[in-house]
């Protein structure tokens, strides 16, 4: 679970590498953000050459959290870190990732998640991921 001010791991190759949380967006504007959740964020801190700056606003798609997650079957996940992966609007309003790495394990929660203007994004997500969980 994350919320505002949360601080975020990026787990692809676009060069943002932390970022600060300072809004939901569309599906959840709860006070929590959980695996899947689109949120707005603000880059803090970034490659030296690369496409985004200090200060940038940004989309990330959540795809790990420390809050553990309840699977239909009984079981828990959770991860050691808060991840997210960069997205950006096309320009048919359907998300899609930035980056053409994806770092680290996925839940297949997000596979799950793959429905509307989500479904692109998260589907080539759980496609460039080296392991899904």
Do not use: C, H
Request: hydrophobic letters at 40%; glycine letters at 10%; zero cysteines.
């Amino acid at each position: 679970m994350l919320q505002v001010r949360s601080w975020i791991k990026i787990a692809d190759n676009t060069g943002v590498k932390i970022a600060n949380i300072f809004g939901g967006s569309g599906k959840n504007r709860s006070r929590f953000v959980r695996i899947g959740d689109v949120v707005s964020a603000s880059a803090k801190a970034v490659a030296p050459n690369g496409n985004y700056k200090k200060g940038d606003k940004i989309k990330v798609a959540i795809v790990r959290t420390r809050k553990e997650v309840r699977r239909k079957d009984g079981s828990y996940i959770r991860f050691d870190d808060n991840a997210g992966v960069l997205v950006k609007k096309d320009a048919k309003g359907r998300y899609e990732i930035i980056g053409t790495r994806i770092f680290g394990p996925i839940p297949r929660e997000v596979r799950d998640m793959a429905t509307g203007y989500y479904e692109d994004a998260y589907k080539k997500i759980v496609s460039l991921a080296p392991e899904v969980i």
